[in-house]
């Protein structure tokens, strides 16, 4: 039984909260990833997790117990850092070894259970060798082989792959992956990319400020964003935004901008009423507009001029300008749109979010 | 490295690197010649039809017989080797620990304490004799190696204090926050992969040390005045100068052997040495 919870919990940093009120539950065996932009409290809360920063207030309990005053090596974790922090002065053997021989665990074992994590990762071979004649690559599995010897309750991982170049670090998410389902192990994994933790986590906990913004699985986060801030971080390109006015039309509500005008689908209807003259933030993917066809109804359609057309081969990216407001749109590669085109496109109904432009909260 | 024509790398870059190199090792190329001159030649007036000051045609070694015999030049060096060895490892290891403490621990005052440290270093050693020579004859222990074993501490342990803890501080913490996750006490950690790591800065705190113990000029004068309990420095100077009379081949002789313990240090350890001063540490 090893979930991790953490309850109420506080980090000030001289009178400026660094975390804020933290209350999360990582059950047994989950992968849970903590992403947001920098300085938003993961990477503290993921060391007070560990025991290597003081907790202000509330309580971490790792299975059953609460480890608020225990040292990090009684807390029967194994953390991977963003540098990999391996011992310059040691072999791979050595650096691998070295959390069992420091907990007494006998030769033989040690052999046995280095050679196990070595097959693993694939770097039988360098064991032998110094940290300073390896790869990043090699180094990060000699990084993640020294976490996994152990036979740790809670595996924490900061942003173990950003050290790494853009190809290996795709590689190296499915073998972190494939690792995780292998071992089935509790694992919380901090990083500020959030295709990583779209990919990674069971669950996927996004904060900003110290604070969680929403917790849930990556597609509920992704469909249903609990405030602009989560629907802008998740995506890429990200989510569009435009300031709306809602009013009472002829057939329901309407969101009116400069640019363009659209029927509020009926299923956000009652939710949007209370808005009626006044302004809200309307959001929508890239992916969720499309050329219209000249059929599509009116009501959910918005011309834009093409600014800047990015081919990415799968699909191309156009910048629009509507209306005086700039907006994404992911179409398809066998589109031919030239700067300075003028399309229409329609948008899917039910992919639109609306936030109240105050709390910044979905609608 | 300089690029272009041959004649560049000449005129911008061997040609004063040499001259440089020739301003340095004059002094000691003129120790080397002084301790072989014979004494005729030494004291040969410069307006001599066949004097030759860079150089001599009879070499000789009786200076250095000299030095060895008629002198206590042999318990001069034992003397100041005693003194050194032992007041660099009471230094690095009160500056291993302080140095550490000062880079790492959070503790109250912890910043100007570190401050307070490095002023002591800045206190001329021609001032701190004065009361330090009170508290010597207080402790009896004036004309004895323990005035200086004890009292070289007082400017070598800052020294060292500062050097390290630079070095610790350029050691990436993540390392130290590993071993303690994968079970290592604080004590540890430090034992096992900190100083393991700061080996170069250790050495070259250590090999600082030495050699400033073993120049040491002001405190032996005053501390010491037995000419049994001298050290190189001072005895080579005080006995050898007899009022005006300068024994110039074995003062030179002195010098030269004096030096040599240093040197060799120096190059026995002049990798890890620079390694120490420019701080690459790589994780």
Request: aromatic share 12%; proline share 6%.
């Amino acid at each position: 039984m090893a979930r991790v919870l953490l309850r109420n919990l506080n980090r000030m940093y001289d009178e400026v909260p660094a975390v804020k009120d933290v209350n999360l539950e990582i059950r047994d065996k989950e992968f849970v990833v903590l992403v947001g932009p920098s300085g938003c409290g993961k990477t503290t809360t993921l060391r007070m997790v560990a025991g290597l920063e003081s907790i202000t207030s509330g309580e971490v309990l790792i299975g059953d117990t609460v480890v608020n005053d225990l040292p990090p090596m009684d807390r029967d974790i194994a953390m991977v850092f963003q540098n990999y922090a391996l011992y310059p002065h040691m072999s791979v053997y050595d650096n691998m070894a070295f959390g069992l021989k420091m907990r007494g665990v006998d030769r033989a074992e040690i052999g046995k259970r280095v050679q196990e994590a070595a097959d693993i990762l694939g770097i039988g071979e360098y064991l032998k060798r110094k940290p300073r004649q390896l790869s990043g690559g090699q180094r990060q599995r000699v990084a993640l082989g020294r976490a996994i010897v152990r036979h740790p309750q809670v595996f924490l991982f900061d942003e173990p792959l950003s050290n790494l170049d853009a190809k290996l670090r795709v590689q190296m998410r499915v073998e972190l992956k494939k690792l995780h389902s292998r071992l089935n192990t509790t694992a919380v994994y901090v990083t500020h990319d959030q295709v990583e933790a779209m990919t990674l986590g069971d669950r996927v906990v996004v904060m900003r400020g110290g604070e969680v913004q929403q917790v849930g699985e990556p597609l509920e986060l992704y469909n249903a964003p609990a405030n602009r801030f989560v629907a802008g971080f998740l995506g890429s390109p990200a989510m569009n935004f435009a300031a709306v006015r809602v009013s009472n039309g002829a057939s329901g509500l309407r969101a009116d901008s400069p640019g363009f005008s659209i029927d509020v689908p009926s299923e956000i209807d009652p939710r949007l009423r209370p808005y009626a003259g006044r302004e809200v933030t309307m959001g929508i993917r890239p992916e969720d507009l499309h050329i219209a066809n000249g059929g599509d109804p009116p009501g959910l359609c918005l011309d834009g001029i093409v600014e800047v057309v990015e081919r990415l081969g799968a699909e191309i990216l156009l910048d629009l300008q509507v209306g005086g407001q700039t907006m994404v749109v992911s179409v398809e590669p066998t589109v031919r749109a030239q700067r300075g085109d003028k399309l229409r496109f329609v948008l899917r109904p039910n992919r639109l979010h609306f936030f109240d432009p105050a709390s910044e909260a979905a609608i | 490295m300089i690029e272009g024509a041959k004649w560049r790398r000449w005129v911008y870059f061997y040609i004063p690197l040499g001259a440089f190199i020739v301003w340095l090792l004059f002094p000691f190329y003129w120790m080397l010649v002084t301790s072989v001159r014979p004494d005729r030649e030494l004291y040969r007036p410069w307006m001599a039809p066949n004097y030759a000051p860079f150089w001599t045609a009879h070499p000789t070694l009786v200076h250095v017989v000299d030095l060895l015999t008629e002198t206590l030049f042999a318990r001069w060096m034992l003397n100041t080797l005693f003194i050194a060895i032992v007041s660099t490892i009471i230094s690095l290891f009160c500056g291993l620990l302080a140095g550490y403490a000062l880079a790492r621990l959070k503790f109250p005052f912890g910043g100007s304490l570190g401050t307070g440290i490095f002023i002591t270093y800045l206190v001329p050693q021609t001032l701190l004799f004065i009361p330090l020579a009170d508290i010597i004859r207080n402790f009896q222990l004036g004309d004895t190696p323990w005035a200086l074993v004890l009292t070289y501490p007082t400017f070598l342990i800052p020294f060292c204090t500062w050097l390290l803890m630079g070095y610790f501080k350029a050691i990436p913490r993540e390392l130290e926050e590993c071993a303690r996750i994968d079970g290592a006490t604080r004590w540890k950690a430090m034992l096992y992969i900190i100083f393991p790591i700061a080996v170069p800065g250790i050495l070259s705190a250590g090999i600082f040390a030495f050699t400033l113990s073993w120049n040491e000029f002001i405190y032996a004068l005053v501390f010491l005045s037995s000419a049994e309990q001298k050290t190189v420095a001072v005895g080579v100077t005080s006995e050898l100068v007899r009022g005006d009379v300068f024994y110039w081949g074995q003062l030179m002789a002195g010098a030269l052997l004096g030096s040599i313990p240093v040197a060799f240090i120096y190059s026995f350890f002049v990798e890890y040495y620079v390694a120490g001063l420019t701080g690459s540490v790589k994780g």
